[in-house]
């Protein structure tokens, strides 16, 4: 069986190509680096053991992707490639809107053309907005508050109306909560550029010493300590719900929505506990202004997702912060 990686060299791609090497899977990857490394598939294959074809392009490039089409013929998708920063895309709202939106219009023209109709779609927990009450369920009403969260939600309408206009295609739209973690081998990991956005990435860069310390947003939420809770599911747990979502698919024609988290929901203080005994280093933090758009809590009902798939995740918060330690001190500045 072939598969498509779209942005195969990112953070959860390159975790998810491990998984699908390891299936038997072959895997094709495109992304025009745009946010990684061509290292992380190299480190992937040193893993497996397997080979990855791999094609430098944009994914709105049509002529390029058709190419690959007509080379390959793949029995399905998985649709990582796109922009993912929510502050970012409040002050690019067109780049995120290009990349993601007509990115994804392209991918699923040339899926039509060449007859490939499996394909697994990245969306994000962003889509509920903030919500009235957690945990979240899929028929949660959408309201996304920022434009990344919008396309994310626009490429899911556009999915659902190519299903009603025939029913033959395999879509699966996962929306993923906080990946964390990273392999345990420690050879691939999150590498984000600058200054983490993130909490994870940022705990760990403050470990390895490049910041003094961790800035956390607020501690007036009506949460159990008063800092955000959120729901970290880890990278290889969310990687293999990729390949049980593909294998769902392959049984009927249908659309599938699901959420893909823990199913529990950790503070910003609970993962600081968890990482310093992961690393026994000491994580010293501050206590700064709540991040505008910020929501207080988020966690994902798990229910579906483990009843559609047969899914359930393996690994808690302590096994998020070994494995991103493991990572950050093997490679204190990601791939470079
Ligand atoms: P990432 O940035 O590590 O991976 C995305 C990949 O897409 C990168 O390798 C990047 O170079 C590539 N890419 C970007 N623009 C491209 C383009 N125009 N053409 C081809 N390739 C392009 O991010 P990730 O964390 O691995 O996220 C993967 C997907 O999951 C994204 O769609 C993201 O929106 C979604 N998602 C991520 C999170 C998260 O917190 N990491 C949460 C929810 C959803
Ligand atoms: N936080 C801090 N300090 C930091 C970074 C984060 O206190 O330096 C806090 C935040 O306030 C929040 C929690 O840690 O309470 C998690 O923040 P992240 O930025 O790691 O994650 P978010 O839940 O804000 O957003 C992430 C992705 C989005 C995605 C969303 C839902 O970044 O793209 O999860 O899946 F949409």
Not at 31 to 48: A, P, R
Not at 57 to 73: G, H, P, Q, S
Not at 100 to 119: D, Q, W
Not at 160 to 187: M, Q, T
């Amino acid at each position: 069986m072939n598969i498509l990686v779209t942005g195969g060299a990112g953070y959860i791609g390159s975790h998810t190509c491990i998984e699908l090497l390891q299936a038997g899977y072959n895997v094709v990857v495109i992304d025009n680096l745009y946010n990684s490394s061509s290292q992380s598939l190299k480190h992937v294959e040193k893993i497996t053991g397997k080979k990855i074809t791999f094609y430098e392009l944009d994914i709105r490039d049509k002529k390029a992707l058709n190419k690959v089409f007509e080379e390959n013929c793949f029995d399905g998708v998985i649709h990582f490639a796109g922009l993912k920063a929510v502050g970012e895309s409040v002050k690019k709202p067109m780049e995120y809107y290009n990349v993601n939106v007509y990115g994804s219009f392209i991918l699923a023209e040339l899926m039509k053309k060449f007859g490939c109709k499996t394909l697994v779609f990245s969306s994000s927990a962003t889509v509920y907005g903030e919500p009235n009450v957690i945990p979240i369920k899929e028929d949660f009403p959408l309201s996304p508050k920022n434009p990344y969260g919008r396309s994310k939600l626009m490429v899911e309408t556009y999915l659902r109306d190519i299903f009603l206009e025939n029913e033959s295609w395999h879509i699966g739209i996962l929306r993923y909560f906080n990946p964390a973690g990273a392999h345990e081998s420690g050879l691939i990991g999150e590498d984000p550029n600058g200054i983490p956005n993130n909490l994870l990435p940022y705990i760990s860069q403050v470990a390895v010493g490049k910041f003094d310390k961790l800035k956390i947003f607020g501690d007036d939420y009506k949460t159990h300590d008063g800092t955000g809770v959120r729901d970290y599911i880890h990278v290889v747990d969310l990687a293999k719900g990729h390949l049980m979502a593909l294998e769902a698919l392959s049984k009927k024609s249908q659309i599938l929505t699901l959420n893909l988290g823990s199913g529990r929901g950790q503070s910003v203080i609970d993962m600081v506990k968890a990482f310093e005994k992961a690393s026994s280093k000491k994580i010293p933090y501050e206590i700064v202004n709540r991040r505008l758009g910020d929501i207080p809590a988020s966690y994902t009902d798990t229910t579906f997702a483990e009843k559609i798939l047969g899914w359930k995740p393996k690994y808690d918060e302590n096994k998020i912060c070994e494995d991103a330690w493991r990572w950050q001190q093997n490679n204190p500045s990601g791939y470079e």
